[in-house]
């Protein structure tokens, strides 16, 4: 079970999300030191301590991460700073 779920609507191409979860990908492997790749239309992405995926869907995205370790205790904080990217990012449709 994730830690930390949300689904975004939005109202991008199918391209336009791909794009946008890209951008979003790019930021975190540098920021981050994230692994990322994707299998089809979801995007996996992950360091230690920090597992996820985001799916891309027809007019909403879905977001799923797992944390353990250091990361949980701050799960509330992660959880709102990831809010406010993914909607800034996907916007509402």
Request: proline share 2%; hydrophobic share 45%.
């Amino acid at each position: 079970m994730a830690d930390i779920e949300m689904t975004q609507a939005h109202a991008l191409s199918p391209q336009q999300a791909r794009d946008a979860a890209q951008q979003v990908a790019s930021r975190m492997a540098e920021e981050y030191e994230m692994q990322t790749r994707w299998e089809g239309d979801v995007l996996h992405f992950g360091r230690a301590g920090l597992e996820g995926q985001l799916a891309l869907q027809p007019q909403q995205v879905h977001l799923a991460i797992e944390l353990s370790g250091f990361f949980k205790s701050f799960a509330g904080m992660i959880e709102d700073k990831i809010r406010r990217h993914i909607g800034k990012t996907f916007g509402a449709a």
